[in-house]
């Protein structure tokens, strides 16, 4: 055997092994892709147990007398149940024994009724139960042009302004000055109506109203009365829900006096306006 084919010998025994794999690679087909099947995730139901629990059926206010109409009946999650809201497994009779409770606070409808914010039938008078601690009931007279035409009602939040007369007299005139002597101060009742609801209606004119003062501002108040004419100025809603507070004890509003000439009965008078 010549040189020759003894090299083409042996370059075709090292190429068969490549052309084999490549051929052998060629033929096979791809396998199918796998479709993998998704899995259903059930949802987990999980019971929630339910209490009976007393709301109030409708909306009212602090001071209001209670009846049956006032309440009812509501599904509660039983988890969420507080100790001091009244249910009917521990109160069945709840909503008949409650009538002629008083509210101490204002309800919407739907929220839980708990026994601190009632004054229940027979539990003590009605005032006393309304007041905060510490807080004294303190009334005086007012008249329509004093208490904002009327339209002050119980609840409602007032400053107190002192007009009274300065001794000195010059002439046929008189001097008078006028100071905010109190605050802030919530109206608990007037005359004996202590709720702004059914036939108070958008007004309630009375003769007195009744102050939640401490001892040291009721004090002061009985004093003012002595001194001169009260007048109340009422507040707008929502603005503070802090106590009362007097500036009279605290030593404000001494700022300075500027006066007014005014007619009373046709005959002129001197007012002194005090400044903050």
Do not use: C
Not at 37 to 51: C, N
Not at 74 to 97: C, F, G, L
Not at 216 to 239: H, M
Request: hydrophobic share 40%; aromatic share 6%.
């Amino acid at each position: 055997m010549d040189k020759r084919r003894l090299i083409l010998l042996v370059g075709m025994l090292v190429l068969a092994p490549v052309i084999f794999i490549l051929l052998r690679g060629m033929s096979q087909t791809e396998p199918a892709p796998v479709t993998e099947t998704p899995q259903i995730v059930q949802p987990v139901v999980e019971k929630v147990d339910y209490t009976d629990v007393l709301v109030a059926s409708n909306d009212f206010v602090f001071g209001s007398r209670l009846n049956e109409t006032h309440f009812t009946w509501k599904q509660w999650p039983s988890d969420a149940v507080s100790p001091n809201y009244i249910t009917r497994e521990t109160t069945p009779q709840a909503m008949t024994e409650l009538s002629g409770a008083v509210a101490r606070a204002d309800f919407f409808a739907g929220d839980p009724l708990t026994a601190r914010k009632l004054v229940m039938p027979g539990e003590s008078s009605v005032m006393s139960a309304l007041l905060a601690p510490g807080m004294r009931a303190v009334t005086t007279r007012i008249s329509v042009d004093t208490a904002a035409g009327g339209f002050i009602q119980p609840g409602d939040r007032v400053d107190i302004i002192l007009t009274s007369s300065i001794s000195e007299i010059q002439g046929s005139s008189k001097r008078y000055t006028s100071d905010t002597i109190f605050e802030n101060v919530r109206v608990l009742a007037i005359d004996q109506t202590f709720s702004s609801q059914g036939q108070a209606g958008a007004f309630v004119i009375g003769s007195t109203a009744t102050f939640e003062m401490t001892q040291r501002d009721a004090e002061v108040l009985q004093q003012s009365v002595a001194q001169g004419d009260l007048s109340l100025t009422l507040r707008p809603i929502g603005k503070s829900s802090a106590p009362g507070t007097s500036r009279a004890t605290s030593g404000q509003g001494s700022g300075e006096v500027s006066s007014l000439t005014i007619y009373r009965d046709g005959q002129p008078s001197q007012v002194a306006i005090r400044g903050k």
